[in-house]
């Protein structure tokens, strides 16, 4: 039985990746170099530092990752706190679950403040008991070191949290957890997932019948 339901949340509560895409290159181009919007979606599921070390590795640069970290923080709060754009269909989803006395967590690769930045934004971060960021774990997606965090915290088994995901490192994080799973095709982009219990391509098609059942 689901008694938890944790939220990846870019991609899945807000539709982000365009904007911290923006942010990253408007630090790269103080050190002399920009990323494709390809290269940055590589990333896609992982944490921030991995994403910001990853980039500075394939083009050759050294540069204090802690600064960047810093830099990169600064600019995304600065974004997401005067606009988020939610996924259609997420902010709806998550206050039906509340209504249904699901535990409700969002586990995300995002510094911290970020995340707290865009569910504030957005007005729903009461609606969390817990939200776990890539700054509380060693590992990225794959590794599903994140969710079993989000799953310890709650004090909800493993087999009775579900995660919802959009990126195959996240799907692949909660099947190795022993977490059920949903997963979001962005028709905005062309990945396909698999290992995922069930697919849907609009979060709106996610309603409490279909996650009960699971």
Known sequence: MIKAVIFDLDGVIVDSFYQSYLVKNKIFKKYGFAITFNEFMEYKGGRAREMLMGALKAHG???????????????LIKTFSKKAKPIPGSIELIKQLKK???KIAVASGSQRKKIEAVLSTLKIERFFDSVVSGEDVKKSKPDPQIFLLVSKRLGI?????????????????????????IGFVNKNFSYKLSGADL???????????????L
Do not use: T
């Open 157 to 181: 088994k493993p087999e009775n949290c579900l995660v919802i995901e959009d990126s195959q490192a996240g799907i692949d994080a909660a099947r190795k957890a022993g977490m059920k799973s």
């Open 199 to 213: 697919i849907s391509d609009s979060i709106k098609k996610i309603n409490i019948k279909m996650i009960r059942g």
């Open 100 to 102: 249904n006395w699901f």
């Open 61 to 75: 640069k050294k540069v204090d990752i802690s600064h960047l970290l810093e830099e990169n923080e600064k600019y």
